[in-house]
């Protein structure tokens, strides 16, 4: 075969795989990541749509389970400041109770208490 029936032979061949074939990439790496980021969204997106139900829920919590017990937390120390007798502050902290305890020595001379009891050494 001769240079030129060669050579036109290729060329006829060449632009005929040209004018069928077309040179399009493959769209499945391009597709793999676009799905993670879309993926990526779609998580953030529906923890962000969680954030109200979590606020509502420890506001929620808190006002059922919450006790008012901060509020009452420097009550005996204010009423035990307030005590005041004979140009005298007593600063007690907590409530006082009663005491079933006998003391174990006499009281002074003169004492003039609330509760006269006798007192004997035990």
């Known amino acids: 075969m001769d240079r030129e029936t060669f ?5 006829h061949a060449f632009e005929e795989a040209a004018r069928s074939s077309e040179l399009v990439p493959d769209p ?5 990541r676009f799905e993670k980021r879309l993926a990526k969204r779609t998580r953030s997106r529906r923890r962000l749509r969680l954030v109200p139900y979590v606020v509502l829920s420890f506001m929620l919590g808190a006002f059922i389970f919450g006790t008012p017990a901060v509020t009452i937390a420097f009550q005996p120390i204010i009423e ?6 004979d140009g005298v502050v007593e600063l007690t902290v907590g409530r006082q109770k009663p005491s079933d305890a006998m003391p174990q020595t006499d009281a002074p001379p003169n004492y003039q208490g609330e509760q006269q009891r006798s007192m004997h050494c035990r």
């Not at 050579?7 to 060329?11: A, E, G, M, S």
């Not at 499945?28 to 793999?32: A, D, G, P």
């Open 7 to 11: 050579d036109r032979l290729f060329d």
């Open 28 to 32: 499945e790496n391009s597709w793999v």
């Open 80 to 85: 035990s400041a307030a005590s005041i007798r």
